[in-house]
């Protein structure tokens, strides 16, 4: 019996909420079961039906009280705590069956996935002792890459969390229908960007897919010009160092996302789902000798 998990995770507003409620949506339609679990203590209003939710065990507000913790000290906790209660987690998980989706909704204090042992630990977990297979969802929102350093930015904090986790990751930009809106309707005289000059619906199509395949096959490059051209002289060397990673980083995955879009919705769900098949015959990961049991 395997349940494959996926947590997604990215920072506050990223659209990680949408993303699940659109998921368990598709599910609905496909008939693939996607059981979303809201796993933010702090979470006001939730935009889907949770099928268990970690509020029922531990809220942040609890926490900030009884301990006088502020909002991240308290998440913290609050995460910490679900590892040592890890019971709570393993009822939820251990209730579906083999075959079935279960997401993950993560809190947005992206220094979890980065920084912190707990939810490296929970993956662990959950797939020691809860016949778990998980993978990571990462979401960029596609609205604050619109320079290089942004992009830069995101990609390396990604990375940062494919790394510290070490689990089967995608990276999912989000919000791509409001690229779209913003484009101008009618091109800008002298600007250079193809995008720019965009008299008709369907040229406007074409300058989305411009503007979109500059994340998506990003051009390296020329973004590292762009940095260049805005920083002191002395970082050029650490901008091309930079650039050079993303060059091989860029072989992972970015995947387009609106919550508007169907044919979005159902590529995603696709792709986690080649992500969990290829990772499929992999043994559980052996425990390196360097980490510590829980
Ligand atoms: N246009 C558009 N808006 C989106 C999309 N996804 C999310 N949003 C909006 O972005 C805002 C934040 O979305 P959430 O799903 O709550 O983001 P989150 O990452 O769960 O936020 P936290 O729980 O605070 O970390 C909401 O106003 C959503 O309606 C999208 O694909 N397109």
Redesign the pocket.
């Known amino acids: 019996m395997v349940r494959c998990v996926q947590l997604v995770m990215?920072p506050?507003?990223?659209?990680?909420?949408?993303y699940c409620a659109a998921l368990q949506q598709h599910g609905m339609v496909s008939r693939q079961p996607v059981h979303v679990v809201n796993m933010?203590p702090a979470?006001d209003a939730l935009?889907y039906e949770p099928a268990a939710d970690v509020r029922e065990l531990i809220t942040v507000d609890d926490v900030s009280d009884e301990l006088a913790l502020g909002p991240n000290g308290a998440l913290v906790y609050c995460m910490e705590y679900v590892l040592e209660d890890v019971e709570w987690l393993e009822e939820v998980v251990t209730s579906f069956v083999d075959g079935d989706w279960v997401v993950l909704d993560m809190?947005?204090q992206v220094e979890l996935y980065t920084h912190f042992e707990c939810v490296r630990e929970l993956i662990r977990l959950m797939e020691r002792q809860m016949e778990a297979r998980c993978c990571a969802v990462f979401l960029l929102d596609a609205s604050f890459l619109g320079d290089a350093s942004k992009f830069f930015a995101g990609a390396l904090t990604a990375m940062s969390a494919m790394l510290q986790l070490g689990v089967p990751h995608l990276n999912v930009l989000?919000?791509v229908?409001?690229v779209k809106r913003r484009l101008p309707d009618r091109g800008v005289e002298g600007e250079e960007e193809p995008w720019m000059v965009v008299p008709g619906e369907e040229e406007r199509e074409e300058a989305f897919e411009g503007a979109l395949e500059r994340f998506l096959l990003p051009d390296v490059p020329a973004l590292v010009a762009e940095l260049d051209a805005k920083m002191d002289a002395r970082f050029r060397a650490l901008n091309a160092r930079v650039g050079a990673l993303l060059e091989d980083y860029s072989l992972v995955q970015l995947v387009p996302?609106?919550?508007?879009d169907e044919e979005a919705i159902a590529d995603a769900m696709l792709q986690v789902g080649m992500l969990l098949q290829h990772d499929e015959e992999r043994e559980v990961r052996p425990q390196p000798e360097w980490e510590g049991t829980v």
Request: glycine content about 20%; aromatic content about 4%; charged content about 20%.
């Open positions: 990215g506050a507003g990223v659209g990680k909420s949408t933010d979470a935009a809190p947005g989000s919000k229908d409001l996302f609106s919550s508007t």
